[in-house]
């Protein structure tokens, strides 16, 4: 299975941030060590061009110039410097790469990154810059449609169950009847203003495996019967654990693997190509937000396995 990073972009944050940065070389750095069916591989940037299929040319231009007003810049949550600009392209770019790994038959694939749901066309927020999720969405579409000539357009699914809403995914994605936003979600947490999703699970504080496990079922089935999609994407957020600083819910390790292993089996019955990318998880203790990454990538190279059988 392939998996793109983009790590080597440490942006350089001030003292005492709350953003784990870390997080994304630990990540690599055990894939390497403990899961050698991942084939790791430097991200590529996202171009101008690619960008502006969802975000503004004004906002492209501010994040490459270094523009932005500093209320901008607060309301990402990082200051601007090159290393931020040249991150959130590559953040995109791997989403992009892990979608045309999985749409050329791997079935799976995945950004080591990634996530950005918070992003909208025309801003960041919530450490998000440039939106990964919807920047694919629309890119295989429209390289779906010129190489199978389709007079419709290929229709994305986008699972999020990072423990924050995707409120910027919601709202590019608002009028779009090609793609369909599913968003499992704290009801108390941030974005405190949420948008309207395709599909929206608000959770409980402390809401724990069983109850998580249950909504998602029914999320699940309620997405199959109102779409039917060509592609999956899955963000695969860290951050419901229970030893997460920001998340409020419970989940236990075993519970978010069992996430995981839902919504890679769904999208494998259906023989739905499927891309992930990790977005939020801000353990006490790092490591913990480490490991549910690590589990995903386990669980996912299973299902890459049925993809490779039946090819074979």
Request: charged share 20%; net charge negative; glycine share 8%.
């Amino acid at each position: 299975m392939q998996a793109f990073y983009a790590d080597h972009f440490v942006l350089p944050l001030p003292s005492g941030h709350r953003f784990p940065m870390a997080k994304y070389a630990r990540l690599r750095e055990r894939l390497a060590a403990e899961l050698p069916g991942v084939q790791l591989a430097q991200a590529m940037p996202a171009s101008d061009g690619e960008l502006a299929l969802v975000h503004t040319p004004a906002y492209i231009d501010a994040i490459s110039r270094g523009s932005l007003s500093a209320a901008a810049q607060r309301e990402i949550g990082f200051p601007w410097s090159p290393a931020m600009a040249e991150r959130a392209r590559r953040s995109v770019g791997a989403t992009l790469q892990a979608c045309r790994s999985a749409m050329a038959g791997a079935g799976l694939a995945a950004n080591l990154a990634g996530g950005t749901h918070h992003a909208y066309a025309d801003k960041g927020s919530g450490f998000c810059v440039f939106n990964d999720f919807a920047v694919a969405a629309r890119l295989m579409q429209a390289e779906h449609a010129r190489m199978h000539r389709a007079r419709e357009a290929l229709r994305v699914a986008i699972i999020d169950l990072d423990v924050h809403q995707g409120n910027g995914t919601a709202h590019i994605f608002a009028s779009d009847p090609s793609v369909f936003t599913l968003s499992l979600h704290g009801a108390k947490n941030f974005p405190f203003r949420k948008e309207p999703s395709d599909l929206d699970v608000e959770l409980p504080d402390g809401c724990a495996d069983t109850e998580y496990l249950e909504a998602l079922e029914q999320a699940l089935g309620e997405l199959e019967r109102r779409f039917e999609p060509g592609l999956v994407l899955y963000l695969a957020g860290a951050d419901p654990h229970e030893g997460d600083r920001l998340g409020r819910l419970k989940l236990s390790f075993d519970g978010l693997e069992a996430r995981d292993r839902r919504v890679m089996d769904w999208a494998w019955r259906r023989r739905l190509p499927l891309a992930f990318a990790m977005g939020g998880g801000y353990g006490h203790d790092l490591d913990d937000t480490v490991q549910v990454q690590i589990n995903t990538y386990r669980t996912a190279l299973e299902y890459v396995g049925h993809w490779h059988n039946a090819a074979a």
